[in-house]
């Protein structure tokens, strides 16, 4: 029954629900089991479909100067600037409703990606980049007197 007035529409639905309250709780219980392995087999497949789109857009490769990780199940998608507090969407979702913005999102290996959370940089491969660049701080203070 279609309703021109969305507010009686609202009171007509919530009637019916009171009215048919155990029946309706029934049908979707039988439902939900009936098709809960399908569902299962979706949610599955879905992330990963994502993640191999961030894949394609972002880069399929850490995006850490000195890093060479490209095996996709030691990716992740990083806020460049942080994560904004309070939104709850994983950020393969947040990327892709941003249309992967590269100026939000990149990809790291999962150790930049911590180390950039708690140093706010990637010791490891920061060192590497300073050894191809000609300088390192190692080498350098161990040749201090």
């Known amino acids: 029954m279609a309703y021109k007035?969305?507010?009686?529409?609202?009171a007509y639905r919530r009637t019916?629900?009171?009215?048919?309250?155990?029946r309706l709780k029934l049908e979707h219980a039988?439902?939900?089991?009936?098709?809960?392995e399908e569902r299962k087999a979706q949610r599955r497949a879905y992330r990963p479909a994502i993640f191999k789109e961030a894949l394609k857009h972002l880069g399929d490769k850490c995006a850490c100067p000195?890093?060479?990780v490209s095996e996709p199940a030691f990716?992740?998608?990083d806020h460049?600037?942080?994560?904004t507090k309070g939104i709850g969407k994983e950020a393969v979702n947040e990327a892709r409703d941003s249309g992967w913005d590269k100026t939000q999102?990149?990809?790291?290996?999962?150790?930049?990606?911590?180390?950039?959370?708690?140093?706010?940089?990637c010791p490891?491969?920061?060192?590497?980049?300073?050894?191809?660049n000609g300088h390192n701080p190692v080498a350098n203070a161990q040749q201090a007197p």
């Open 30 to 36: 039988a439902h939900y089991s009936l098709h809960w």
């Open 66 to 68: 000195g890093c060479e």
């Open 105 to 121: 999102f990149q990809i790291l290996c999962y150790n930049c990606n911590c180390s950039k959370k708690y140093r706010a940089f």
């Open 16 to 22: 019916y629900y009171q009215l048919n309250k155990e």
């Open 124 to 132: 490891v491969h920061q060192r590497k980049q300073e050894e191809r």
């Open 5 to 10: 007035d969305k507010e009686k529409q609202k």
């Open 80 to 83: 460049i600037h942080g994560r």
């Open 75 to 77: 990716l992740t998608i």
